[in-house]
């Protein structure tokens, strides 16, 4: 059974910094591609970034420079570093795989930057 749980978000203000976690219960982890998402209110849901099994990154223009997917294939885990956090960051995270995300998503991490 796929089970993601994301944590690590919360308040913070702009230009502020919060690291977020991943814990991927997955079959053949190490291979997936794993993307972090996120959905703000009253908006779709959208792609931040992703990594590949081999540690190759990817990142939407909005988030280049101010944030960093990583992974750790031994804990089954990825994370996203976000440094320099504008208002419009703020959303509800995700973690999930890429390009085809499982369909049970976790609850998500919420992340608020307050101007």
């Known amino acids: 059974q796929v089970q993601l749980v994301e944590s690590g978000g919360g308040l913070v203000q702009a230009g502020g910094s919060l690291r977020l976690s991943c814990a991927a219960s997955?079959?053949?982890?190490?291979?997936?591609?794993m993307g972090w998402y996120r959905q703000a209110p009253g908006k779709q849901r959208e792609m931040v970034a992703r990594i590949n099994g081999g540690g190759d990154t990817i990142y939407e223009e909005f988030v280049k420079g101010r944030f960093t997917i990583s992974r750790d294939n031994a804990k089954n885990s990825v994370y996203l570093q976000m440094n320099s956090l504008k208002s419009e960051d703020t959303a509800v995270y995700y973690c999930n795989t890429y390009p085809v995300p499982r369909a049970h998503w976790g609850q998500g991490t919420q992340v608020t930057v307050s101007s």
């Open positions: 997955i079959s053949m982890f190490s291979l997936s591609t």
